[in-house]
């Protein structure tokens, strides 16, 4: 008995090192995981990319941005000569935060009155705006108390008058950041996974071979196998955006029809990459194993739950290779911020590097597998 039981884990250890894309799955996968979630999972958030203005221009207003970068929650990455353009910022994602100190902020100061700092944040991440607004609040009190210990007390008020402003999402509802997130995530991974299990589908039951041989040209069998996939994400993307509206009451403040637009964009990248993973796979378990292996890193480090500032600096780089990361900023630029494309087209020129660079490399590849 014993010997049958240890020809048969003999055999089952020899059609695994045969199968090298299952055995390289399974060694790769758990050390991914491993990476990933050791590193990316930090739900503590600082680095905050920040902009200051600073219209004051003295000792105390340059004491206070020193405080600002000294906080280690906020990272200085520019500054800006008004409001307006501080505001395009946070728009455009450069900056997350700006601290604006108006033209007497050191007079008033000086003169022992209480000087004003205006904060604008980003609402659009209620995770990184709450450590923002609270690390802001934190500091104006500190620096308060310093200025009151400088002048003996003669101060009658707090000498620091924090106003933040939380801009796209005042209430920080969590839901108006899950929401655009869950859009994207549901249509990748449904236009990777579906391309992926028909085209290989066909090859196990032997169609696929059946329809090499009729007049059909391969670009016309790309196209027949990838457009219904379009529909259907269409479909999908009408469908999330009427419940999150209606049901989750999450705001859409952009342009629906450049959203749309965009969204072709990302999904012929998607459908590229659902093509380019059925070239690769034998059997539908290979591509349900390939297409976990290529979500995985869109669902940790592309910003879709875990904020991309918390992360360490190789991991978050790594994430500029993820064609979600961009897709998620257009889409929450789109539904929250209700920006343009004059705003977005930093996040549309590498989808559209990506969507076709994707696509002529599974265009090649397919027409090799079907010779």
């Known amino acids: 008995m014993f010997a049958r039981i240890w020809a048969l884990i003999g055999k089952e250890f020899i059609q695994v090192v045969r199968d090298r894309r299952t055995l390289a799955m399974a060694l790769v996968m758990p050390i991914m995981q491993l990476i990933l979630f050791g590193y990316a999972v930090n739900t503590t958030v600082d680095h905050i990319a920040t902009i200051v203005v600073d219209q004051s221009m003295d000792v105390r207003s340059r004491d206070f941005i020193h405080s600002i970068a000294n906080t280690g929650y906020f990272d200085i990455v520019g500054s800006a000569e008004h409001a307006g353009a501080a505001r395009r910022a946070i728009d455009t994602g450069t900056a997350k935060v700006a601290f604006i100190f108006p033209p007497d902020f050191g007079r008033e100061s000086l003169a022992g009155r209480s000087a004003q700092v205006q904060v604008l944040i980003d609402g659009s991440d209620p995770n990184t705006a709450t450590t923002a607004l609270l690390s802001a609040e934190a500091l104006a009190r500190v620096r308060g ?54 085209i290989v589908r066909e090859r196990e039951r032997g169609t696929l071979e059946q329809l090499i041989v009729t007049p059909i040209r391969p670009f016309e069998l ?17 469908v999330a955006l009427i ?44 591509a349900m194993q390939a ?14 739950m875990f904020p991309r500032e918390a992360m360490p600096p190789v991991i978050a780089s ?6 979600l990361t961009y897709y998620l900023q257009i889409l929450r630029g789109t539904i929250v911020k209700g920006v343009g494309l004059d705003l977005l087209w930093p996040q549309v020129i590498p989808l559209l590097v990506f969507a076709v660079v994707i696509s002529v490399l599974s265009t090649v590849r397919f027409r090799r597998s079907l010779a």
């Open 222 to 238: 790309m196209a027949g196998k990838i457009i219904p996939y379009v529909i259907i994400a269409f479909a999908q993307i009408g």
């Open 291 to 304: 297409t976990l292996f290529t979500l995985l890193p869109s669902i940790i480090i592309s910003g879709f």
């Open 318 to 323: 790594l994430s500029y290779v993820l064609p």
């Open 145 to 198: 108390i310093e200025l009151l210990g400088a002048t003996m007390g003669r101060t009658p008020t707090m000498p620091i008058d924090n106003r933040p402003t939380v801009l796209y999402n005042p209430s920080l509802r969590s839901v108006n950041f899950m929401v655009p997130g869950l859009i994207g995530m549901i249509l990748q991974t449904q236009a990777v996974m579906l391309t992926a299990f028909a």
């Open 243 to 286: 419940v999150g509206r209606f049901w989750f009451q999450v705001p859409f403040n952009g342009d629906l029809g450049l959203l749309l637009a965009l969204s072709l964009l990302f999904l012929l990248g998607a459908l590229g990459m659902g093509m380019m993973i059925s070239t690769v796979s034998r059997t539908q378990a290979q």
